[in-house]
């Protein structure tokens, strides 16, 4: 369940530096800092290349949790069509029943 979360959590965070990523070079292109002055221009720019390499790291955290994850769902399906899982699915049951029973 940490890799569903960290997922989501990487999903959003990728998300906002992807809008900001998109203000910082639109304001570039379009002359905005640079009619500010080259201070401003300066700023945007280091501003832009900062948001750039946090996509960057973004990204490859994203792609690792959700091999992480698909690793995880793989396992759980290969754990749970085994012959031992199907078999001891009665056991299961019973167990259930009985602690909820005595609960």
């Known amino acids: 369940m940490d890799d569903v979360n960290e997922i989501s959590h990487l999903r959003k ?3 906002s530096l992807e809008a ?6 639109r304001a570039l292109s379009e002359g905005t800092a640079a009619s500010s002055g080259p201070a401003a221009s300066s700023l945007v720019r ?3 290349n900062a ?3 946090q996509l960057e790291e973004m990204n490859l955290a994203y792609a690792a949790a959700s091999e992480r ?3 995880a769902e793989q396992t759980l399906g290969a754990i749970t ?3 031992s899982w199907r078999i001891t ?4 049951a019973l167990k259930r029943r009985l602690s909820r029973d005595t609960s």
């Open 13 to 15: 965070r990728i998300e």
């Open 20 to 25: 900001e990523n998109g203000r910082l070079a």
């Open 46 to 48: 280091s501003r832009l």
């Open 51 to 53: 948001v750039q390499r």
């Open 69 to 71: 994850a698909e690793s």
């Open 81 to 83: 069509s085994s012959p």
């Open 89 to 92: 699915r009665p056991l299961r």
